[in-house]
């Protein structure tokens, strides 16, 4: 299956591997704020910016499973796999859904089909 393949690909290396928005409201989070430190907790004021890295949460253990850096084309949940406004499984779940998805899609396709072609 050519589109699990390229999902598959794109979860464990993310053309976009991170995304930044700011808090909706203030949260209260665990953090370690260097190598060497305990772990404590830090209330971030409403519209605090912070970044999340994808090519972290799409190799997440306890949504993956202890399988979670192996290339698996098979996997039934790759539409669960995080972009940079949410999971691609809830394309409403966001104020917009990535601009580029199926057009990158249709174009990792193409070419791969012409990849195929010339061997």
């Known amino acids: ?10 979860r464990l290396d ?3 591997t991170s995304a ?18 305990k772990e404590s907790t830090h209330t971030f004021p409403k519209g605090t910016a912070h970044a999340y890295a994808l090519s972290m949460a799409n ?8 399988t979670a850096n192996d290339f698996d084309p098979a ?12 999971a691609i499984s809830n394309r ?6 990535c601009p580029g998805h199926d057009m990158s ?6 070419i ?3 990849y195929e072609e010339v061997q």
């Open 59 to 66: 190799r997440d253990t306890t949504k993956w499973g202890p």
């Open 105 to 110: 899609i249709e174009v990792i396709r193409a």
């Open 20 to 37: 930044t928005c700011a808090f909706s409201e203030a949260q209260t989070l665990p953090i370690n704020f260097s190598c060497c430190s």
């Open 92 to 97: 409403t779940g966001a104020s917009r859904f």
């Open 1 to 10: 299956d050519p589109i699990s393949f390229i999902k598959e690909t794109v």
């Open 75 to 86: 996997r039934v949940d790759l539409d669960d796999m995080v972009g940079w406004n949410g």
């Open 112 to 114: 791969t089909r012409d």
């Open 14 to 16: 993310a053309p976009v």
